[in-house]
């Protein structure tokens, strides 16, 4: 089974550009999250889609961050204008519903570095 | 609101000696708990859960964990620590809020060091 696909795996722009970020879930899984980890840190919660729909935006910063997820299946995460403290890397996690659904997988994660 | 509590940011072990990492949580309900691994520069692996079934848990690699109500942890135990084992390990909590919002809450994780 395909796991959480993500992409670029690395990427540096400079502050006030933007970038964006793709995420593909695993196939099947309705339900998408995107995190943010900054270094030596956990990752925290930015938001989490089910199907094509955002069930929690809620940590999500709107005014430079915005995420769809327009067929229900694979995400964009974008950042304008970036940051410095957006330096981190950003994971994309699915699971499928019900209660084999418990268990949420995580991609390898897109490292963002904004100079 | 649920979170969890890492009590040590550091843990250094001898290989071959055991491993304890732990964790604390603080829930309203009946919680949904998780220990991910995470090796440099890769992603994270889901190590084991638990989910109100079993208060003793088996996972890979041989790690396992315990769920204690009274005590409101959940700490992680290895029997023997090998090289391999060298990461940063996170406690996680399920936080459902309301609406089918339930992502996942991190503790800012304890680096484990393996002492040759």
């Known amino acids: 089974e395909a796991g959480v696909a993500q992409s670029p795996r690395y990427k540096i722009i400079e502050k006030r550009q933007s970038v964006a970020f793709w995420c593909n879930p695993i196939?099947?899984?309705?339900?998408l999250y995107w995190y943010q980890q900054i270094l030596g840190q956990g990752p925290k919660l930015l938001i989490q889609f089910q199907n094509n729909g955002v069930v929690d935006d809620s940590q999500l910063p709107k005014d430079r961050f915005s995420a769809e997820r327009l067929k229900g299946v694979d995400s964009t995460l974008k950042i304008q204008p970036a940051k410095l403290e957006d330096s981190a890397v950003y994971l994309c996690a699915s699971r499928s519903t019900g209660y084999s659904g418990n268990t949420i997988y995580f991609g390898e994660g897109s490292w963002l570095t904004v100079v | 609101a649920q979170s969890v509590t890492q009590l040590d940011s550091h843990v250094s072990v001898s290989e071959g000696t055991p491993v304890l990492l732990r964790c604390n949580y603080s829930s309203s309900y009946s919680p949904s708990l998780f220990w991910y691994v995470q090796h440099p520069n890769k992603g994270l692996q889901l190590l084991l859960k638990?989910?109100?079934?079993?208060?003793l848990v088996k996972g890979i690699n041989g790690f396992e964990a315990e769920f204690k109500k009274s005590e409101t942890s959940f700490h992680l135990t290895k029997p023997s620590a090998h090289m391999s084992d060298a990461a940063e390990y996170f406690c996680v909590v399920r936080s459902y809020s309301g609406g089918g919002a339930d992502g996942l809450t991190f503790g800012k994780g304890t680096h484990l060091i393996i002492q040759p």
């Open positions: 638990y989910t109100s079934a079993a208060t």
């Open positions: 196939s099947g899984h309705a339900t």
